[in-house]
């Protein structure tokens, strides 16, 4: 089967860097997504990786590693408004998008 | 620009009445998806249409019918709600060859 794992829940200190962690089980792999969503609102497109490596947009970065089936999205200088969950996509070999739980993100002053 | 709409955005629903989703965009996007949420669950496809014209059954399509007439439109039907379908909807858009899906603002529905 299709499986996308990361954490339930994550909680981070305002100013710091969090990584959130992604591995996935997809047949067929045609990019990895994150996506964040607050709470009550729709998701929203952060990054999205094809190759192996680091895609760096300000101050969210996001790393592939297809051998392992892992991604992480890194976060820096934390915000208050960064609390949100924060989805992980895997777009498998129909081009669908398989979808893991999402982490939600709790940032403390 | 709008975007996406989804109307209504929360609705009561009987069990065993019939209900329609509406959604519409004016991006002009070729591929349309409805989606499901649920806690502790991610995100599920329930269809979705690559053009106006044609549709396709997602993940989790029993229960739900759709139709897509023309570019803009994408109307998600319960023929016959059951408790089971309680659940947030968020429909969502995207350019044939663009990686980033746009999506609604959701339509949170129970079914009692």
């Known amino acids: 089967g299709q499986n996308i794992d990361q954490p339930t829940e994550m909680t981070a200190t305002e100013g710091a860097i969090v990584q959130i962690n992604c591995t996935y089980q997809?047949?067929?792999?045609?990019?990895l997504f994150w996506y964040q969503q607050h709470a009550g609102e729709a998701p929203t497109f952060l990054s999205y990786n094809v190759l192996d490596g680091l895609e760096e947009k300000g101050r969210f970065s996001s790393f592939l590693s297809r051998s392992k089936g892992y991604s992480y999205l890194l976060l820096k200088e934390l915000q208050m408004k960064d609390s949100a969950s924060y989805l992980c996509?895997?777009?498998?070999?129909?081009?669908?998008?398989?979808w893991g739980a999402g982490t939600k993100l709790i940032i403390k002053p | 620009t709008a975007g996406i709409t989804q109307a209504p955005t929360s609705q009561i629903l009987a069990a065993g009445r019939s209900m329609t989703l509406r959604c519409t965009q004016d991006m002009r996007h070729n591929a349309m998806y409805w989606y499901r949420q649920d806690l502790g669950l991610g995100l599920r496809l329930i269809h979705y249409?690559?053009?106006?014209?044609?549709?396709g059954k997602g993940e989790v399509p029993d229960g739900y019918s759709v139709s897509r007439a023309n570019t803009d439109d994408f109307p998600l039907t319960l023929a016959s709600a059951v408790p089971s379908q309680t659940s947030v909807y968020f429909c969502?858009?995207?350019?044939?060859?663009?990686?980033?899906?746009?999506f609604g603002p959701g339509t949170r529905l129970t079914v009692l």
């Open positions: 997809t047949s067929g792999f045609n990019g």
């Open positions: 969502a858009s995207s350019e044939k060859g663009n990686n980033e899906q746009f």
């Open positions: 249409s690559n053009t106006a014209g044609t549709t």
């Open positions: 996509a895997v777009r498998d070999s129909n081009y669908q998008l398989i």
